[in-house]
């Protein structure tokens, strides 16, 4: 269940979207509350990706989507970034005719409080180390710890990450696990799109199961001590 102790920062209800005139999404209903890591699983297709391109208003949609109170859903992208919002899409977007900095620089502040490259460098010395290098020399893992710490410098607070783990290497997989939990304590909030169960388990503090574009269960972490509740998660990811 939702800790009722912390306000809830998002409130998705009724939410439905669309490609074209394919619809996606039938009526998605998630609650994220201030500082939890919330997680999205199911499979390939399920609407996962499609939830968070619709809280960001990169797809057509309806229904409501209010974000500490306020309702985003006929808000264009560039406003509800400027809300503290940050996605960091599967495919990174890192520019190769750019350097790492260049990358990390590149995305505007849009609010107060956004890390600075010391900061940046602490949480992800890899890319102090590869300051000058082009984008197409990062290797996967440093994409990936590129395309959030150019989020994490706007000033976003809360974080739409999709597939960070995706392709990478244990030893990445965990610096990454490191680097969620930390911000976790910082008071982030973290709606994270998942494949990989055994990592979002070590991360997250509720997991929401997605099929066919609607919301079909709920699992606080802490049941995942029950072998019943495990079960019945891998039932639906075919575990």
Do not use: C, W
């Amino acid at each position: 269940m939702l800790d009722v102790s912390k306000p809830v920062r998002l409130k998705v209800e009724g939410l439905n979207a669309y490609y074209g005139e394919s619809h996606v999404l039938h009526g998605m209903n998630i609650e994220v509350g201030r500082g939890e890591l919330v997680t999205l699983l199911g499979h390939n297709g399920a609407g996962k990706t499609s939830t968070l391109r619709a809280i960001m208003g990169l797809i057509r949609r309806n229904g409501s989507i209010r974000f500490d109170g306020d309702e985003l859903a006929r808000m264009p992208a560039n406003r509800i970034a400027r809300r503290g919002i940050g996605y960091v899409p599967e495919e990174r977007g890192i520019f190769a005719s750019l350097d790492t900095t260049e990358n990390l620089l590149l995305p505007p502040v849009v609010k107060d409080g956004g890390m600075s490259i010391a900061e940046i460098h602490t949480l992800f010395p890899n890319l102090k180390e590869r300051a000058r290098s082009p984008g197409t020399k990062l290797s996967g893992g440093e994409q990936q710890m590129l395309a959030m710490a150019r989020i994490l410098r706007t000033g976003a607070d809360f974080l739409l990450l999709d597939e960070v783990t995706e392709g990478l290497a244990p030893v990445i997989i965990e610096q990454i696990g490191v680097v969620i939990r930390l911000l976790k304590e910082r008071g982030f909030t973290i709606l994270l799109v998942e494949q990989n169960f055994p990592f979002a388990a070590t991360v997250a503090d509720r997991h929401y199961v997605v099929e066919s574009g609607r919301v079909v269960d709920m699992v606080p972490n802490t049941a995942l001590s029950n072998p019943d509740e495990v079960s019945r998660l891998h039932s639906y990811l075919g575990i």
